[in-house]
């Protein structure tokens, strides 16, 4: 288990200037208020929300050592790796290698055709050839979803491979796993329409989009579980909800930027060809924003 990881762990999103320049100052700046004002329980940097596959090596390489330095040891930092080869893989690990993170959350190849089993195996086991530093494969290529077997085995036959970002929506494959999985698997859940049963399951945390657009309500959800109180916890649930399903969609990161930005958060621009959130998005992550708690100093309401 990597110890270090649970709870609301935002996946940041990357923010970009009006050039598509990576604004390292506003990405530090979002450190700042998901650690002091969310009290979250980590960051994510280059993930999916953060736009990771449009990056370069040294954007990332730069994305991540900002929020290392910016996080300043109070949170662990885990870095993304969203590549099409084991080769590209390898050596985006090793430019991470000095950098002080907690796990590198590594999907797998998301090319057209589809690995066997094995070559999954040994992708992963590849990068923990060049590096030593925990492994999360993050579950969300559509169409090479790991199954929680492959999952488990890779973990079981590959010792760097020590927990798994379960994505995609689907609880029974979530159960499945949290069922296979041993108790010294990180397990966690990027299903953000339902985090609150994911919670309840026994996933460890959470990364996934829903904590970047409403990290503090997020936080005052797994409280509320890890409390037993449910009433609460379900109360919270109906506020997250409709905010999630405003925000899904093509161009989630940019829809999550909207509802940043009620936050006076500065999340930049998405980078080209995503589209920039519609007024019809802003208005309704607008209505759908109402009520959420802000800053962790604020009462649940």
Same mark, same amino acid.
């Given at each position: 288990?990597?110890?270090?990881?649970?709870?609301?762990?935002?996946?940041?999103?990357?923010?970009?200037?009006? &050039?598509? =320049?990576?604004?390292? +100052?506003?990405?530090?700046? $979002?450190?700042?208020?998901?650690?002091?004002?969310?009290?979250?329980?980590?960051?994510?940097?280059?993930?999916? @929300?953060?736009?990771? %596959?449009?990056?370069?090596?040294?954007?990332?390489? @730069?994305?991540?050592? @900002? +929020?290392?330095?910016?996080?300043?040891?109070?949170?662990?930092?885990?870095?993304?790796?969203?590549?099409?080869?084991?080769?590209?893989?390898? !050596?985006?690990?090793?430019?991470?290698? $000095?950098?002080?993170?907690?796990?590198?959350?590594?999907?797998?190849?998301?090319?057209?055709?589809?690995?066997? $089993? =094995?070559? %999954? /195996? &040994?992708?992963?086991?590849?990068?923990?050839?060049?590096?030593? #530093?925990?492994?999360?494969?993050? !579950?969300?290529?559509?169409?090479?979803?790991?199954?929680?077997?492959?999952?488990?085995?890779?973990?079981?036959?590959?010792?760097?491979?020590?927990?798994?970002?379960?994505?995609?929506?689907?609880?029974?494959?979530?159960?499945?796993?949290?069922?296979?999985?041993?108790?010294?698997?990180?397990?966690?859940?990027?299903?953000? *329409?339902?985090?609150?049963?994911?919670?309840?399951?026994?996933?460890?945390?959470?990364?996934?989009?829903?904590?970047?657009?409403?990290?503090?309500?997020?936080?005052? /959800?797994?409280?509320?579980?890890?409390?037993?109180?449910?009433?609460?916890?379900?109360?919270?649930?109906? &506020?997250?909800?409709?905010?999630? !399903?405003? #925000? =899904?969609? $093509?161009?989630?990161?940019? *829809?999550?930027?909207?509802?940043?930005?009620?936050?006076?958060?500065?999340?930049?621009?998405? &980078?080209?060809?995503?589209?920039?959130?519609?007024?019809?998005? #802003?208005?309704?992550?607008?209505?759908?924003?109402?009520?959420?708690?802000? =800053?962790?100093?604020?009462?649940?309401?």
């Amino acid at each position: 288990m990597i110890e270090s990881l649970f709870g609301i762990i935002p996946p940041m999103v990357t923010p970009f200037d009006d &050039r598509e =320049e990576l604004d390292a +100052a506003a990405l530090a700046a $979002d450190v700042e208020y998901l650690i002091e004002g969310a009290g979250v329980h980590g960051l994510a940097v280059g993930g999916s @929300t953060g736009e990771g %596959h449009t990056l370069t090596d040294e954007e990332l390489r @730069t994305a991540v050592g @900002t +929020a290392v330095e910016a996080a300043a040891g109070r949170v662990p930092v885990i870095a993304g790796v969203i590549v099409d080869s084991t080769r590209q893989a390898r !050596n985006r690990v090793r430019l991470l290698a $000095d950098l002080d993170v907690a796990a590198l959350q590594v999907t797998p190849v998301h090319y057209l055709f589809k690995p066997t $089993d =094995e070559m %999954h /195996l &040994r992708h992963f086991a590849s990068m923990a050839e060049v590096v030593d #530093i925990p492994i999360l494969i993050y !579950n969300v290529v559509p169409h090479i979803y790991l199954s929680p077997q492959l999952l488990t085995r890779i973990m079981r036959e590959v010792p760097a491979v020590q927990g798994v970002k379960q994505s995609a929506g689907d609880m029974k494959l979530l159960a499945d796993l949290l069922m296979l999985s041993d108790p010294e698997d990180t397990i966690l859940s990027a299903v953000d *329409a339902l985090l609150y049963p994911s919670f309840c399951l026994g996933a460890q945390g959470a990364i996934a989009a829903i904590l970047t657009a409403a990290p503090a309500t997020c936080v005052a /959800l797994w409280d509320a579980v890890r409390a037993g109180d449910h009433e609460l916890a379900l109360a919270l649930h109906h &506020r997250l909800l409709p905010l999630w !399903n405003a #925000i =899904e969609g $093509d161009n989630l990161p940019a *829809a999550v930027r909207a509802v940043m930005a009620l936050q006076d958060r500065d999340g930049g621009f998405p &980078r080209s060809p995503m589209s920039p959130a519609s007024g019809a998005q #802003i208005a309704a992550v607008g209505e759908a924003a109402v009520g959420l708690v802000h =800053e962790r100093s604020l009462a649940v309401v």
